[in-house]
T-cell receptor, first 112, second 114 residues
Framework: SQQGEEDPQALSIQEGENATMNCSYK?????LQWYRQNSGRGLVHLIL?????REKHSGRLRVTLDTSKKSSSLLITASRAADTASYFC????????????FGGGTRVLVKP | NAGVTQTPKFQVLKTGQSMTLQCAQD?????MYWYRQDPGMGLRLIYY???????DKGEVPNGYNVSRLNKREFSLRLESAAPSQTSVYFC?????????????FGDGTRLSIL
């Protein structure tokens, strides 16, 4: 079963625009992580936000977490063609120990 | 700096054949994981090893076995492959249990079972 559900499933934008994707989850979490996957490659960790944090930045990435709504968003500012990838949220469920549960991902296409 | 290395990268099997997927990490991580990724879905955890000498079932363990050979290596075995096991398999590792640590992934093994 998938804990996180990303929205939208796919996103197409022009280079320079911002990309926003959302993740909703069902249970209480310890933290939420975002990963990027380029075509044919493994996942790369982008950012981790703990359950007591509301916002976190890393370079052009901004992640928010709203535990009352059980949702998170990932914003990529000033997108580049190299940002074309699938983006996954993953939660660490308080009841599931140290295991990550992944959502189905958002496919982002940045057109030059 | 290899990180997490998976072998083979591609494999085609016939139904009923067996094979072992190999994974090794050079980051001195304690925890290792095996996932499968099917089209349109996120990764699902098959088995994990929180530390050397321990293994536990994940969400979809049926049809698989694992061995934590040493701190570096964690292998996944399909004893009698079935078409439903056609997937991309990813190995990952983390410094501690994944609660507060990111996971580092290999580039996957693409497995087709005919």
């Amino acid at each position: 079963s998938q804990q996180g559900e990303e929205d939208p499933q796919a996103l197409s934008i022009q280079e320079g625009e911002n990309a926003t994707m959302n993740c909703s989850y069902k249970t209480s979490i310890n933290n939420l992580q975002w990963y990027r996957q380029n075509s044919g490659r493994g996942l790369v960790h982008l950012i981790l936000i703990r359950s007591n944090e509301r916002e976190k930045h890393s370079g052009r990435l901004r992640v928010t977490l709203d535990t009352s709504k059980k949702s998170s968003s990932l914003l990529i500012t000033a997108s580049r063609a190299a940002d074309t990838a699938s983006y996954f949220c993953a939660t660490v469920d308080k009841a599931a120990g140290n295991k990550l549960t992944f959502g189905g991902g958002t496919r982002v296409l940045v057109k030059p | 700096n290899a990180g997490v290395t998976q072998t083979p990268k591609f494999q085609v099997l016939k139904t009923g054949q067996s094979m072992t997927l190999q994974c090794a990490q050079d980051m001195n991580h304690n925890s290792m994981y095996w996932y499968r990724q099917d089209p349109g879905m996120g990764l699902r955890l098959i088995y994990y090893s929180a530390s050397e000498g321990t293994t536990d079932k994940g969400e979809v363990p049926n049809g698989y076995n694992v061995s934590r050979l040493n701190k570096r290596e964690f292998s996944l075995r399909l004893e009698s492959a079935a078409p439903s096991q056609t997937s991309v398999y990813f190995c990952a590792s983390s410094e501690l249990g994944g609660v507060s640590q990111p996971q580092h992934f290999g580039d996957g093994t693409r497995l087709s079972i005919l």
